[in-house]
């Protein structure tokens, strides 16, 4: 274990701060792991369950899935995207500003990048971590019908950076918080609703599919449905994986920068 | 670097510039190895940003700037390895309890985590904090916080450290607590490199010092050779009733001392005799309302290069 721990730090300076944020997390982690269940238990027995169940007594499937095993993979992306969301703005705020927890870390042999990075790191694998979870229950009540699911777990931590990434450089740019709320309201409610998250984007009106088609989510959510239903071409796979790859490097690109203007004017 | 060389940190014509307003104004000096070397002016002086060039977390816009011996454009990383920093504001990590925001801290320097406990309960000892090791940050004193700031600062034992401002905002007796733990850092033979505008934090704690002001430095010396140069022995403070009184009585105390300086609630005369000038005041029939003599100390200094106190 320290073995692994001491070549990381060597080699990657940026899972120095990553480590930060996991003794942060160590004192909470159990009302992590239980939010991290009873989220996703509620989303599917509610939405799942209970409106799949009058779904499919008018209609039968969804895109030729149950609706449970429709909407499961949404919710799975849908809630990395919120919680990427989340800890992409007050936290980054918190470092910036309130504690300067980031520029303590700025003074040190580590850049502004790699805190940067660390954070991410950090995002990453906690949703990782939320994404492996989501899959027992909904695997256990019967919703991911193929062992390609397994892969959606990466596709759903994939699909929350290619958010983190840009929104994390955006609040680093930010002097106060006062736009985060509005972000919330008018980005991720809207993309959590309508990216093809519980139901087709074909049913939107055609201009809004197209705008559909262009968010992260809905490539997220198309990417992990492929994967828990097995049914994932290659050149649909690559066409997602390079959207949120896409959104993952631009967003780096304006990070480190918006990360050096703040902590090393 | 040769690793003898004594000097540590070498500014030449040091400048920075935010947009058009500029914060440091072509700034000459050097600190020498083992030394504690001071900054000392008032607020927007140019102190921290000063300081922030040296610490490696801001780029100079023009001059030169070497730090142990390397350049902080390209080695920045490689330079901040090697120093400590105690930044103005606390900026400890309140999720943290006292140990850990030690451990973390050293973890980011790349040390091995039973080394880095090893030293963190050292420093626990240095800086009298033993006994709050798991407690968390938040309701530690402001002198109890900024000793454990120092003690960070320490973790990757440091060649520099840059203390910015270390004791604004304590109560007497946590400044001393503190300066006597800078003290033994000194003997320690670290080098310590400090900004502060407090005369009396100056006069103590500083070899050497350079005054700055409006981003520029006006004097620099150790502090017995800037009141030798800039200031007499001694100095008589007048109070008057009211300004009228102390308009009228500057004419007269002119003659007085070697130097009349009127500031807004006193006169100061600068004198080698100040027991002596204070019996010529009173018998020449000036009456104010309390006369106090005292030795000259750097805010004297600043008060004749700048025409200003230097909490003005």
């Known amino acids: 274990m320290s073995d692994i721990t001491g070549g990381l730090s060597r080699n990657l300076p940026a899972t120095r701060y990553t480590e930060r944020e996991v003794r942060i997390w160590r004192h909470f982690w159990h009302t992590a792991a239980l939010t991290g269940v ?43 995207l919120q919680a ?9 705020m918190a470092g910036t500003k309130w504690t300067k927890a980031y520029h303590a870390a700025a003074a040190t042999p580590l850049s502004p990048a790699n805190v940067y990075r660390g954070y991410l790191t950090w995002i990453g694998a906690r949703m990782m971590l939320n994404a492996t979870l989501f899959m027992v229950v909904a695997t256990v009540l019967g919703a991911v019908p193929s062992f390609w699911g397994v892969l959606a777990i990466p596709a759903a931590a ?24 509005v972000i919330m309201r008018v980005a991720v409610m809207p993309m959590f609703l309508f990216s093809g ?13 197209v705008v559909a088609r262009f968010t992260p989510l809905y490539h997220a959510v198309e990417l992990c449905r492929g994967c828990t239903t097995g049914t994932l071409g290659l050149s649909a796979a690559a066409v997602h994986i390079g959207f949120l790859g896409a959104c993952v490097a631009v967003g780096s690109w304006f990070g480190v920068r918006t990360f050096a203007a703040k902590l090393a004017p | 670097m040769m690793p003898d060389d004594p000097v540590l940190v070498r500014a030449k014509a040091l400048t920075k510039r935010f947009g058009d307003y500029v ?27 000063t300081m922030r060039m040296i610490a490696c977390v801001s780029p100079f816009s023009d001059g030169e700037l070497s730090v142990l011996g390397r350049d902080p454009r390209t080695q920045g990383g490689e330079i901040r390895a090697r120093l400590g920093v105690v930044p103005q504001e606390d900026n400890l990590d309140t999720e943290l309890t006292v140990f850990d925001n030690l451990l973390i801290y050293g973890r980011y320097f790349g040390m091995p985590v039973a080394e880095v406990r090893r030293r963190a309960e050292e420093l626990l000892a240095f800086a009298r904090l033993e006994d709050r090791k798991d407690s968390r940050v ?33 109560d007497p007796q946590a400044r001393h ?36 002001d409006g981003g520029q430095i006006v004097a620099e010396g150790s502090p017995r050779e800037l009141i030798e140069r800039y200031a007499t022995r001694e100095v008589v403070e007048l109070r008057f009733p009211t300004p009228e009184d102390q308009e009228a009585a500057v004419p007269r105390l002119a003659a007085m001392g070697e130097r009349v300086e009127p500031v807004a609630d006193r006169v100061l005369v600068y004198t080698a005799d100040g027991d002596g000038t204070a019996a010529r005041v009173h018998a020449d029939g000036v009456h104010p309302d309390s006369v106090l003599v005292r030795r000259s100390s750097l805010e004297d200094v600043f008060l004749h290069l700048t025409g200003r106190t230097l909490d003005e």
């Open chain 1, 38 to 80: 009873l989220v996703p238990l509620l989303f599917l027995g509610a939405i799942g369950l209970g409106l799949g169940g009058l779904v499919e007594q008018n209609q039968g499937k969804v895109a030729g899935f149950d609706y449970l095993v429709f909407v499961a993979p949404g919710i799975l992306a849908a809630t990395a």
């Open chain 1, 84 to 92: 990427a969301a989340g800890d992409s703005l007050w936290p980054v």
């Open chain 2, 177 to 212: 607590m503190l300066w006597e733990r800078l003290y033994r850092l000194k003997r320690e033979g670290v080098t310590l490199v400090l900004t502060t505008h407090y005369m009396d934090e100056a006069e103590q704690l500083c070899d050497r010092l350079v005054i700055m």
């Open chain 1, 197 to 209: 998250t519980f139901f087709p984007v074909d049913q939107l009106p055609s201009g809004l599919q």
């Open chain 1, 158 to 181: 994939l699909g929350g950076l290619a958010f983190a990434a840009p929104l994390c450089a955006y609040s680093a740019s930010q002097d106060s918080d006062l736009s985060f709320p």
């Open chain 2, 138 to 170: 938040d309701p530690l004193s402001g002198g109890m916080k900024r000793r454990l700031i120092i003690a960070r600062s320490l973790i990757n034992d440091p060649e520099m450290v840059l203390l910015d401002e270390p004791t604004t905002g304590l």
């Open chain 2, 23 to 49: 914060a440091v104004d072509g700034v000459d000096f050097q600190v020498r190895r083992g030394e504690v070397f001071g900054f000392l002016g008032p607020n927007g002086a140019g102190k921290t940003t």
